[in-house]
């Protein structure tokens, strides 16, 4: 329910246009007659003037940012300090990521001409040229016509954007052009969400379902968080650390958070710290459950009304009969027979066993009980199960689509529905798993549907022979083990094509045979929604700082003059439409659409604001399938909310699976260790090394900025028991090392990580030689990282490795 007592942020939109916005909010609505274009306004030399932008990364947020320009340069940087900051409010202001933006936009890392690698080098040498924007576009036009014609549409392949989130545009314009000539083969499923998105929400309520956000809290109730640290990376005033640090202070809420390190939410927010062992929450959920059925505290009401597979009452008419319920795992009596005990839980997280009893009651007398999930722990080998067991948790106790619950998933809800930049129909159908695009370009035909999660096709055609990465950092940082990644891009004959279009030179481009320089969202015109983690609903309306410097072009305008090389630019362009006209068509999109949940002001008249945010009141609703669930079933095989699922039960019979794989696809959520477990630790390797999203990037964005790199550095955090067995003090030089490479970073000892255990940030820009001693110097932890893929959604897994950290002497 819309909030109609903050409509517009009127002080917002005062401040941004003077005494014309002013006149306009004394009517009441502003005459679209008075922000109708016309010629941009003229500042006299020397004179500062505000532009309004927002930060634009992918964080989940969209931050205000009032951009003071002065001189055709970027000045200082203010967030949103109008309206109301009180709960509820409808400020955005900026983490500290957006408001060092200045220093970032202006980075001797950025990009300002288009390069191609030197002739007669290989990828990886860092060796390029010069050259022209119609040298650059008339070979990418050339190869995409060459590839094409000799293997298909299916080896073309448009990768990840994710550097930039929520925005009209992305890497749109790519898919837009390419589905004009012929299509793309595409991916599914995300590095951040894969195992929760394709490995647990659609087999446990057929879809995500149920999430709300914190501020649906009620007074003194408790919060338990698994694998959760959104005052790191979710901290900004469009984000859900805001919203927690409000609802602990006005509400009283309690929170325990279940982590294998101590995070923002603990040490700035007083939240309860339980540590446990990497990869063992399902292990954890299983002796809570058992603990939950002794002390009678499991809701078997609920249970037997709206959910399949807890115990044998519950489970389908084919599975009974077989101990195959999640009762018959945890008391012993299921396919392993062992009982799972709080005792036998705590030997597994190293959580105390009294601490696992008293934890399964406080959960099962809470009522609401608030119980949810971050991304981390499902990034882990075994992470389709783990993430499915915190679902099964909220299940047993009744605490889900009721007020001041979740789904035992993650939080929020899908903000306000702008529509981005359409890209038409897609002739080819087949899709590849996100994360496995390098074994794509390197096996081709041999990634199949049973094996490797390839959708629409019992195989692909083709390996991948040109590789398009708009806005991102993958090929040699964001992704599994990047030696395996990169050795696979130095060969040539694999793929042969590779475009790297970013706003800063990033170790992957050197990965690149074309490197273009583009604009950042803060030096063209934008548009984005706000409210994708809390409950308000905006839009932001980014306009240009200043004139395009050097040589950077904007991707759609890129993507124009390539669609004109390639004879479709009528059909791409919709008869010469630019970004800005965009903005403004899918702006009037949205108002047409939302009208009857929105008062939205006009484009003209969002623009003079520069944004604009309306506070949603949380929802006290019962959920539809709550209320009857005959009525309202779920989108699963069985119409409940499942712990047993029929579908994975029948992929288990049929999917083939690697040899790390076996055992983890499983009907409930059992705990399999996986690779790179605190069993597989050896005297080679003696510990468990941990990456994690910290305050100072988003995921590799701003990692360059020297400002963060100074409050947040990269380092690598050891416990003060295992720093002293190691000969290692704090700020001393170290290497990490696991069995697919090493870095040299700098140690921080701290008890804030539970011994046995090294976490270290990720998202640190890659330096390292190509071939010989690839020690990275840049601190990626990504050098360390493995190509484990978790079984069911075939996402990243490998989160958390086995290896060594040493002092570095000298």
Known sequence: MLDTSMTLNRRTFVKATGALGALAAAGGVASSALFSGGAEPAFADGEEHIVWSHCHVNCGGACVLQCHVKDGELAYVESDNAGDASFGGVQARACLRGRSIRPWLGSADRLNYPMKRA?????????????????????????FTRIKEKYGNEAIFIQECSGVEQNIMMNNPFFRLFNLLGGEVTRYGSYSSASISFGAYPYVYGKSWGNRSFKTLQDDQLVVMFGFAPNDMRMAGDGPGYDLNVAREKKRVRIINIDPRRTETCTNLGAEWIPIVPGTDAALVAGLAHELIESNLVDLEFLHTYVTGFDEDTMPEDAKGKNASYYDYVMGTGYDKVEKTPAWASSITRIPEERIKRLAREIGEAKPCFICQGLGMQRHANGDNASRAVMALALMVGQVGKPGTTSGGTIGNGGIGLDSLPTGTNPVKTKIPQYLWPEAIRDGAKLTREHDGVQNADALKVGIKMLVNYGNNMMANQNGDINFTTDILRDESLCEFIVQYDVAWTDSCNWADIVLPDLTPQETYSLTAAGETNDVAGIRFGQPLYEPKFERREVYEVCGELARRLGVYDEYSAGGMTREDWCRKLYDELREDAGADYDLPTYDEGVAMGAFTYDIEPSAKVDPFIEDPVANPLKTATGKAQIFSPEIAEMAKTWKLDESEKNAITPIPTYVPGPDSAEDVT??????????????????????NPVLNKITPFQAWINPIDAERMGIADLDRVRLTSAQGSMITQARVTNRVIPGVIVHPQGAWHRAPAEGDRTDEGSCTNTLTSRQRNPISKGTGQHSVIGMIEKVEG
């Open 683 to 704: 005297d080679e390797y003696p510990f468990q090394i941990l990456d994690y999203h910290c305050k100072g990037t988003t995921h590799s964005t701003y990692a360059h």
């Open 119 to 143: 002739q007669g080098t290989k990828r990886g040498d860092g060796q390029y040229e010069r050259i022209s924007w119609d040298e650059a576009l008339d070979t990418i036009a050339s190869e």
